[in-house]
């Protein structure tokens, strides 16, 4: 199994208060992503990121934003979270975009997160 | 731009029957098609990908899937079904020129006894 991890795995906040969802990677893949996953929508992109300090938009990036100081780390932030915001969050690693591997991602345990 | 299309959100179907999940997809360049799937509670794992080459793609736990692009579709089959395969099922497509993945919204396999 890849190694990927996500913290924390469960969390229960309130609306208004900053939340920090962590995931950490030990493969040395070059991509890593943030998705959310609700009933009847499937997998959502919200943020990815491309290498250190490179990230880009997804579908769903409003009130969400990340960061990636180092390659193994990859920081998904709700600013100040709704009751909208109330999902599962999946972290997902890739080595590449083409050749061999084409896009193949890999995914973390996933974060419940629920906002009151 | 690209897109994915799962064509039943549920299928119901009794254990060691055949099963086929469908799944089109949209896309002006070469693709990359998967099929992912989520046992409750867990990540998503992948089942198997086309990339290039033969259309007919084998992946893990006897699953299959059929590259057809006159019809854009990749359907995933399994000839017998177990109660073990009662999970949602994702079909993503991707391409070359593209870093990220578009996935349907899944389907969810229901064994019956």
């Keep these: 199994d890849a190694g990927i991890t996500q913290s924390p795995r469960h969390k229960v906040t309130e609306t208004g208060t900053p939340v920090t969802l962590r995931c950490h990677q030990t493969e040395n893949h070059r991509y890593m992503y943030w998705y959310r996953q609700d009933p009847g929508h499937g997998l959502r992109l919200i943020h990815y990121s491309y290498g250190v300090k490179d990230t880009d938009k997804g579908e769903v990036s409003d009130g969400y934003s990340v960061s990636r100081s180092k390659t193994e780390d990859f920081l998904l932030t709700l600013e100040s979270a709704t009751s909208s915001q109330t999902s599962v969050y999946f972290c997902a690693i890739s080595e590449s975009i083409s050749g061999t591997l084409g896009n193949e991602q890999f995914f973390g345990p996933g974060t419940r997160l629920t906002v009151l | ?113």
């Design chain 2, 1 to 113: 731009a690209q897109s994915v299309t799962q064509l039943d959100s549920q299928v119901p179907v009794f254990e060691e029957a055949p099963v086929e999940l469908r799944c089109n997809y949209s896309s002006s360049v070469s693709v990359y098609l998967f099929w992912y799937v989520q046992y409750p509670n867990q990540g998503l794992q992948l089942l198997l990908k086309y990339l290039s080459g033969s259309t007919l793609v084998k992946g893990i736990n006897g699953f299959e899937a059929e590259f057809n692009k006159s019809q854009t579709s990749f359907h995933l089959r399994k000839p017998s079904v177990h109660i073990s395969d009662t999970a949602e099922y994702f079909c993503a497509v991707s391409d070359q020129e593209d870093d990220k993945i578009i996935f349907g919204k899944g389907t969810r396999l229901h064994i019956l006894p």
